[in-house]
């Protein structure tokens, strides 16, 4: 069975950073050979990606582009997403994915709110 844990998650002003982190622990294949991706839920919408980091590369939507940066750890089994320049827009709940093929695994999430 495969956990993913997401911490980092505040209240944080306009302009703001944070740094979120997941933890995966349990059985599964090679860890290396997953794709670890960052969603958001952000009120009012679906779910959507935010970034995504594999063997092949790394990938960023147009809304993380330029403040958003996505790291792996394979020895820790650890996915961060550094954030900065945090706007309202920003607001929402952070999850963690681990994809490979037909498997897909989820955090609980962690709560990001950006306010003045």
């Known amino acids: 069975q495969v956990q993913l844990v997401e911490s980092g998650g505040d209240l944080v002003q306009p302009g703001g950073n944070l740094f979120l982190s997941c933890a995966a622990s349990?059985?599964?294949?090679?860890?290396?050979?997953?794709?670890m991706n960052w969603y958001r839920q952000t009120p009012g919408k679906q779910r959507e990606l935010v970034a995504s980091i594999d063997s092949s590369g790394i990938y960023y939507t147009d809304a993380a582009k330029d403040r958003f940066t996505i790291s792996r750890d394979n020895a820790k089994r650890t996915v961060n997403l550094r954030m900065s320049a945090l706007t309202l827009e920003d607001t929402g709940v952070y999850y963690c994915?681990?994809?490979?093929?037909?498997?897909?695994?989820w955090g609980q999430g962690t709560q990001v709110t950006v306010s003045s």
């Open positions: 994915n681990l994809h490979r093929r037909t498997e897909d695994y």
């Open positions: 349990g059985s599964f294949f090679s860890f290396i050979t997953y794709t």
